[in-house]
């Protein structure tokens, strides 16, 4: 039962409204119920806030004053609040909150592989378009003296991020131009070759390359065992432990994009290519012995030597190469082209300059403009197109794929990344959108909002062909990959014999178990002689005759193999 009290104030509530009318709605007291004066409309700039933070951020401390995240002035950065002098925090301190917030989520995911690099801005320079135009309608190289603004990143392969800059690794060589067309990638190495030729080995080859599931530590039997089940690995298993795999930092070393890609003229013919950058700082290579020194005194050696190389103005540079291939000449070519195990000797198929680029400007910010940098090879244009290499071909959904998971869908968008030519289609949404999200273009392919559609190039039935179903595809170890090993070794000096040697036999003499040592010891022996039985001795085993078919690179139906991937 309601009190007399209550009683009393709902009754001259009750009386009050009947008088007033008070009720809910647009008449409703206290709601506003005019709209705006007319031709007093207000409009916002939406990326005011964005441009202006920006540009704040290019401001030095001394010109700026302490803010929250949203703008709100903030006394001190150190301060918090608590209850008296010696009580708990407040859940109210939103700065300490927003501290820790922000702190908590510094670190993306690294790279699963080039994890360890440094980079730099510059610029690339057509030295011979004449020679360019004969084989591809690429815009960039279109013109001779015309620039194009490139980022570079070099790495390691295997080592974590923190791991030392000169350890026996490969070296990623990694360009992104920013055309005039578009954005191009070349995603290079060091090295004219890979470990590997069938995709699905690559993460097994990385695994070995990482740390052991139980110990956590590098492990020599999985690093061994790996390369000496997968001989076509032993051309690039002899670049490494030659002087060439401790390059003395980034800047003397020469690139090659590995891979066989296609150049591609306006009428739709093409050719093979590929490229190759020629240090102009001239090859140097530490030691082993002074590999490790370096990697104990200064793990960040390879980083330094290039950032104060630019800074005091002596801008590294290198000259751009092109070897053409046509498909006709690619038919009968000692090596197969779509084999990222072979190399295209300059004796095989000659260089051609095409071009010089330089590094002439420093990250500003590394996180922004290096650790977010995305290469990518299937960011491609006009011109430049993959050949069916099925590594290349694998690393065309890789590469963006992990570039998705570390940086996000919109990581384009990103400034380091960002096309300098309009980008419109229809791709819209997903986390951190902060470009615009194309506007209020339509969503889809509208026929009362079109959009203009560029020219097609040429017929793509007519641009490639293929027979044949689908098939199992396995590498075949052959005789043929035993050639580079062979031509590699010949072309070493005697001095560079005897460092290749002490270098696998330090390493490989580690691994505690005999068979893997000697299945890696044979094959060096099947290379060469000499080599093999020096590492032999070297770490204790007694070499076993291998015998290896002659045949294709390939085999082209599902085979099981014994072990590996070989028949021994």
């Not at 190389?309 to 082209?337: D, R």
């Amino acid at each position: 039962m309601l009190s007399t009290p209550f009683r009393l104030l709902f009754a001259a509530v009750s009386a009050a409204t009947t008088v007033r009318g008070w009720y809910p709605g647009q008449d409703a007291p206290g709601l506003a119920r005019d709209t705006a004066p007319p031709g007093q409309a207000f409009t916002f700039a939406i990326d005011t806030g964005f441009n202006l933070q920006e540009q704040t951020s290019s401001e030095a401390a001394p010109d700026v004053e302490l803010t929250l995240d949203n703008g709100a002035p903030y006394p001190h950065p150190f301060e918090y609040e608590r209850i008296g002098a010696d009580g708990p925090l407040l859940l109210q301190d939103t700065h300490v909150l927003e501290v820790f917030g922000s702190f908590d989520r510094e670190r993306i995911p690294e790279r699963v592989v080039h994890a360890r690099g440094a980079g730099a801005h510059g610029y690339f320079e057509v030295t011979n378009a004449e020679f360019c135009k004969n084989y591809t309608m690429m815009d960039m190289l279109s013109e001779n003296g015309l620039r194009t603004p490139i980022t570079m990143r070099f790495s390691t392969v295997g080592g974590e991020s923190g791991s030392p800059d000169e350890a026996r690794d490969p070296r990623g060589f990694a360009m992104k131009f920013r055309t005039r067309k578009g954005i191009v990638d070349f995603v290079m190495n060091n090295t004219p070759v890979f470990f590997i030729r069938d995709p699905s080995k690559f993460p097994h080859f990385i695994h070995t390359q990482k740390r052991h599931p139980s110990s956590h530590l590098r492990d020599k039997d999985m690093f061994w065992d790996y390369l000496g089940s997968n001989p076509e690995s032993l051309y690039q298993v002899m670049r490494l432990f030659s002087d060439l795999g401790t390059p003395y930092g980034f800047r003397h070393m020469d690139g090659w994009t590995g891979h066989t890609y296609r150049w591609v003229k306006q009428d739709g013919t093409w050719s093979y290519v590929k490229l190759y950058a020629q240090t102009m700082q001239g090859i140097k290579n530490f030691t082993n012995a002074d590999a490790n020194a370096i990697a104990g005194s200064n793990p960040d050696f390879a980083t330094q030597d290039l950032y104060e190389a630019i800074q005091n103005g002596t801008y590294p540079g290198w000259t751009l190469y092109a070897q053409v291939l046509s498909p006709e000449a690619a038919q009968t070519f000692k090596y197969n082209v779509l084999d990222l195990t072979k190399d295209w000797g300059f004796d095989d198929v000659e260089p051609v300059e095409i071009g010089k680029f330089y590094l002439t400007q420093n990250p500003t910010n590394y996180f922004a403009e290096i650790e977010q940098a995305a290469f990518s090879p299937s960011n491609m244009v006009d011109g430049w197109a993959p050949s069916a290499d099925p590594v290349l071909q694998a690393r065309l959904f890789s590469y963006p794929d992990t570039h998705r998971y570390r940086l996000g869908v919109n990581h384009k968008q990103i400034p380091v990344n960002a096309p300098i030519n309009p980008v419109a289609n229809f791709e819209r949404d997903g986390r951190m959108n902060v470009n615009g999200n194309q506007g209020s273009r339509p969503v889809y392919m509208s026929t009362l909002s079109k959009m203009k559609l560029p020219p097609r190039l040429y017929a793509d039935e007519a641009h490639q062909q293929w027979t044949g179903g689908a098939v199992a595809s396995l590498a075949a170890v052959n005789e043929i990959d035993f050639d580079w090993p062979r031509r590699f070794w010949n072309g070493l000096s005697e001095q560079d014999q005897q460092n290749l040697i002490s270098n696998v036999v330090g390493h490989l003499g580690a691994a505690p178990t005999y068979s893997v040592r000697q299945r890696m010891a044979s094959l060096f022996f099947h290379a060469n002689a000499t080599l093999g039985q020096a590492i032999a001795d070297g770490v204790g085993v007694k070499v076993v005759n291998l015998t290896f078919p002659d045949g294709p690179t390939w085999f082209n139906v599902t085979k099981t193999p014994v072990g590996s991937t070989l028949n021994y």
